[in-house]
């Protein structure tokens, strides 16, 4: 069966400080990655997405970029942190059909102090 | 572009009683829908997902939601709340745009069962 894992689960990080989360999927081939950052009141925004290796689409302009070196690995990352960078984040992988499900990491906090 | 609405932001309903989730969405093609449900600081889980056929679609720990194509909804129900309910839950819409397929979702309603 496939897993995704994210790490690490909770981070605090200085203002100006750099970033990596790690996100890894088992059990597939060839999945569409996903980050989404998710903030209270406003739901998930997708913040990049990867349909293979080397592939990096962003819906947002910011701070962050991201990187899929490994067909199954994808991780988020920034040179340096910014305090509105804090939130929620979270790796999302498919199979990328219309009617796949997305299934989602366990998440990782991330505050900027 | 799709997009999707969810009506009231906090939903309270005493355990026992109906819970009703609603949710509204706009697609240029037919739509995929999708419930989540996130835990406190946990991931989101799949509760249910229509894609095509049968527009009552039975998912997880009793939940069930209807495809209205003519309202455009997707409103999750559950007839009897259980104090386990208690979480946040977010609709979603998907189709293929750019080669990718684009999950876009509502700004979640988090559900509070009152003893």
């Known amino acids: 069966s496939q897993t995704i894992h994210q790490w690490p689960a909770t981070l605090v990080q200085p203002v100006g400080s750099p970033l990596s989360l790690e996100c890894t999927v088992e059990?597939?081939?060839?999945?569409?990655l996903y980050w989404y950052r998710q903030a209270a009141g406003r739901g998930l925004q997708l913040l990049f997405y990867s349909v293979g290796i080397g592939q990096i689409s962003s819906e947002v302009p910011q701070n962050l970029s991201a990187s899929r070196p490994q067909d199954r690995q994808f991780i988020l990352s920034s040179k340096k942190l910014l305090l509105s960078d804090s939130g929620f984040y979270l790796c999302?992988?498919?199979?990328?059909?219309?009617?796949?499900?997305?299934?989602f990491g366990e998440g990782s906090w991330l505050t900027v102090v | 572009a799709q997009s999707v609405t969810q009506l009231g932001s906090h939903v309270s309903v005493s355990e026992g009683a109906l819970v009703l989730l609603r949710c509204n969405y706009s697609s240029s093609v037919p739509p995929y829908l999708f419930w989540y449900v996130q835990y406190p600081n946990q991931g989101l889980q799949l509760l249910l997902k229509?894609?095509?056929?049968?527009?009552l679609v039975k998912g997880i720990n009793g939940f069930e939601a209807e495809f209205k194509k003519s309202e455009t909804s997707f409103h999750l129900t559950k007839p009897s709340a259980h104090m386990s309910d208690a979480a946040e839950y977010f609709c979603?819409?998907?189709?293929?745009?750019?080669?990718?397929?684009?999950?876009?979702f509502g700004i979640g309603t988090k559900l509070q069962v009152i003893p």
């Open positions: 229509y894609t095509t056929g049968a527009t």
């Open positions: 979603a819409v998907s189709d293929l745009t750019g080669g990718y397929q684009k999950v876009t």
């Open positions: 059990g597939t081939s060839n999945p569409n």
């Open positions: 999302a992988w498919s199979a990328g059909k219309s009617g796949n499900t997305i299934y």
